[in-house]
RNA sequence: GCGGGUGUAGCUCAGCGGUUUAGAGCGCCGGCCUGUCACGCCGGAGGCCGCGGGUUCAAAUCCCGUCAUCCGCGCCA
């Protein structure tokens, strides 16, 4: 089928454009059909420009509908001045019509396209059923089109400075520590599967071995893992590794890229961001101790204060006995909290008993210079302790001190939840703010409470700090690692570490996670080999890519910047996957159906 | 695996302390309309009220189960 190819953009046309004869190619946006004028917004990815039919040349134009793709020939006319649009960049101009092809007739929709305030609430599972339709709205063509800068500008700042871009398998071999693996049967021999990579991690060790140096891939990665809104089964990362380096090389690297990247992205795209400054540092340990968590949301203060030394001689029974008995006594201040009702901060108690806590006690600051607390567990505490305590919080007047007493870790699951809580409640959560911290020094290890057994805190092959390495043998839980985050907002971004580019202590890390000689060299032996040929000491980071694009454009949900998602139980409504397999499949592969 | 929300017309939703014909807006179909741009006006079609079971004279509405979907927890080296 022939048709008339465009000559310009629909989005582009001006004033100036006056007279041209032109064409176009595009969507009927919407129709007004008034009888004896006939109007169509045609749009194609760059706008909409309104074209002009006169019915007394055409006819009936009713075969025109809704997202009808046409082919349209005619000239560009300045609108009379009362009839000109200012709310469409194209709104000055029209086009008379001289002739048009239908090139795509539509069916009626099975959502309004057009209509932006009733697509905000269209059932999502039908959005992703027609993805095909769906990114025909502008807002979902603009994040595409953001998605692809981002990874454009990734691209050239990497290659800028020496990075070859490597592709690495997506069918290779399950590796059963981490998350569960996507598994593909083999067919040649019945019961070997391969497995879809979680990350590219072995192999861009490997090609540090390989003298590649440095390497970076966008790489797609696969979890069969349960999901959440910003939790997708196959997720994009930009991965990548260098040798002879340091940590500071990476970290320098990283956010030289990120400030870039995010920088020109906020600019080009005219994001209602503010610019992003240097990153803030901090250590696992100072988060946990600030922000009660190893993600911080650095957009705002109020960080957490401690209050256990007080509480082992003060009157309050139930601080004294937690604090005594190894406990913490922590909390956060929320800022005008003192004029909540009693019902209100019961509220706020059994916000926080639902995550976990025992309880929360308040004390609201009548007074922060004289000292003059009020309500809650106030009674319990002296004018001493009083001060002490508004000292401590850095408490103002009129604030609520909400204080959790637990366990170290424990307090902190309910402080770090509380604290955003509050930061959204008080509004200092600014969506114009993208606040990125490292969080630097993670333990190596932790004990995994079911098992017992040491689980890493990154990956097995994440390096020892040197000076930690004679702590493997005694006391594993204070081994620190060159391993960091990058954090935005509250949420984990990007995951890196120096790695090991030993065999022998390789080995005992291996040893340490309770893997044995013989299931290392099963499962990691050709690493574990690599490592005898000069391995050269290496490091990498892996930042997300789809999260950056949430940031970027305020979505919280994963699914909105990705082109094909699945829904929540990892089913693509749109292809109908998974789906079952015929009989000659399941025969080729050697596979036994069963039923459960 | 667990907890919570949702499921009614093509879409977004109302109805859900039981009742006779289940509504609205948008969309769709037909008619009218020469400056609209969320065009307007008139008329019309369209519903296994997610599915299965139960209680009841009577169920969209109450109960049980189930499925799908969303949010969260566990999980995510």
């Known amino acids: 089928m022939s048709f008339k190819q465009r000559t310009h953009e629909c989005g582009i046309l001006r004033a100036a454009d006056a007279g041209a004869q032109i064409t176009v190619n595009g969507w009927a946006h919407r129709v007004r059909d008034l009888g004896g004028l006939f109007f169509v917004d045609l749009r194609d990815r760059s706008g909409l420009v309104q ?22 020939c005619g000239i560009v006319q300045e609108r009379a001045e009362e009839t000109k649009n200012p709310s469409l960049a194209t ?19 099975p959502f309004p396209l057009s209509d932006e305030q009733v697509m905000a609430n269209v059932n999502e599972e039908l959005r992703i059923k027609h993805r095909y339709l769906d990114l025909r709205r502008p807002k979902m063509y603009n994040k595409l089109a953001l998605r692809a800068a981002t990874i454009r500008k990734i691209r050239s ?33 019945p019961g070997k599967f391969y497995a879809l990579p979680q990350s590219p991690q072995q192999y861009k060790q490997l090609l540090m071995v390989a003298g590649i140096e440095r ?36 970290l320098s690297l990283a956010e030289g890229l990120t400030l870039e990247v995010v920088n020109e992205l906020i600019s080009e795209f ?48 139930v601080f004294q006995s937690v604090a005594k008995s190894g406990g913490s006594i922590r909390g956060v201040r929320y800022p005008g909290g003192a004029k909540l009702s009693r019902k209100e901060v019961g509220q706020l108690e059994e916000f926080c008993k639902t995550l976990g806590a025992k309880g929360m006690a308040s004390i609201g600051v009548e007074s922060a210079s004289d000292a003059k607390l009020h309500g809650g567990v106030s009674r319990f505490f002296n004018e001493q302790e009083a001060r002490q305590i508004i000292e401590t919080s850095a408490a103002e007047d009129g604030d609520l001190l909400c204080l959790i007493a637990d366990s170290y870790m424990s ?16 509004g200092l959560r600014s969506k114009r703010s993208l606040k990125f911290c490292w969080v630097v020094d ?26 930690d390495m004679p702590l493997l043998d005694t006391d594993p839980a204070k081994v620190h690692a060159d391993c960091y985050d990058i954090v935005c907002n509250g949420t984990e971004w990007a995951s890196g570490s120096i790695r090991i580019h030993r065999s022998d202590i390789q080995s005992k890390i291996f040893h340490l996670l309770g893997i044995n000689e013989q299931t290392q060299q099963e499962r990691f032996g050709h690493i574990l080999e690599a490592f005898t040929y000069g391995a050269p000491p290496h490091g990498g980071i892996a930042p997300g890519i789809d999260r950056l694009i949430m940031f970027l454009m305020d979505d919280d949900n994963i699914r909105e910047v990705i082109a094909f998602p699945k829904t929540g139980n990892g089913y693509d409504p749109m292809m109908d996957a998974p789906s079952e397999i015929d009989l000659q499949q399941w025969q080729e592969l050697g596979l036994k159906q069963q039923k459960y």
């Open 442 to 467: 993670f333990p190596l290890v932790e004990k995994d409470e079911e098992t017992g057994l040491w689980s890493p805190m990154h990956h097995p092959f994440t390096s020892p700090k040197i000076e």
């Open 411 to 426: 307090g902190n699951n309910v402080l770090y939840r509380l604290r955003n809580e509050i930061g959204d409640r008080c």
């Open 270 to 317: 005219g994001l209602e961001k503010d610019p992003v400054g240097l990153f803030e540092r901090l250590t696992y340990d100072e988060s946990m101790r600030l922000y009660g968590c190893d993600k911080p949301d650095l957009r705002f203060g109020l960080q957490l204060f401690d209050l256990t030394e007080l509480a082992k001689s003060c009157e309050f029974s």
């Open 157 to 189: 700042y990497l290659d800028e400075r020496g990075f070859l871009e490597v592709e690495t398998p997506i069918i290779t071999r399950s590796t059963p520590e981490g998350a569960r693996d996507y598994l593909v049967p083999y067919r040649l021999e």
């Open 215 to 250: 390497y970076y891939q966008i790489a797609k990665c696969f979890r069969d893992e349960s999901q959440r809104s910003d939790r997708q089964p196959e997720f994009t990362q930009l991965d990548l590794e260098m040798s002879f380096v340091t940590q500071e090389d990476i």
């Open 91 to 109: 709104g000055d101009v029209e086009i008379q019509v001289d002739s048009f092809d239908i090139l795509g007739t539509s069916k009626p929709l």
């Open 51 to 72: 074209l002009y039919f006169d019915p007394q040349k055409f006819g009936n134009l009713s075969d025109i509908k809704s997202e009808t793709c046409l082919s349209v």
